[in-house]
């Protein structure tokens, strides 16, 4: 039996702050091969079937936006994992409450990695 878990909402990957001019934040989840990438824009993307050698090698490099443009973004399936409240344009977690004014959800934007 198959299981549709495109509709089961992701859970936030910890993250580390980076040194980086466009890159904030970067974290893993080693069981599912996930990597969460914060933007300074205040996005956050989780690439799917990230090897932990990748992970580590991103979290080792010197320029972590030359080693994410080179070796993660387009390689991998990417998700955007936040959005904006409808009612008021605060940015948070998808599908979570606005914790700006509390009235609706976060909204999905894009799946497509823009930034």
């Not at 299981?3 to 890159?23: H, K, L």
């Not at 959005?83 to 976060?106: E, L, N």
């Amino acid at each position: 039996m198959s299981v549709d878990t495109s509709q089961v909402p992701r859970r936030e990957i910890p993250r580390g702050a980076v040194t980086s001019s466009n890159i904030a934040s970067i974290g893993y989840n080693a069981p599912t091969q996930q990597l969460a990438v914060e933007f300074k824009s205040g996005a956050i993307f989780h690439y799917d079937g990230v090897l932990l050698e990748v992970a580590q090698r991103f979290d080792e490099a010197t320029s972590k936006g030359r080693f994410f443009i080179t070796d993660i973004k387009g390689r991998y399936r990417a998700e955007r994992m936040t959005g904006k409240c409808p009612a008021c344009g605060d940015v948070g977690w998808v599908a979570r409450m606005c914790a700006d004014c509390g009235t609706k959800t976060y909204a999905r934007l894009d799946t497509e990695h823009v930034e």
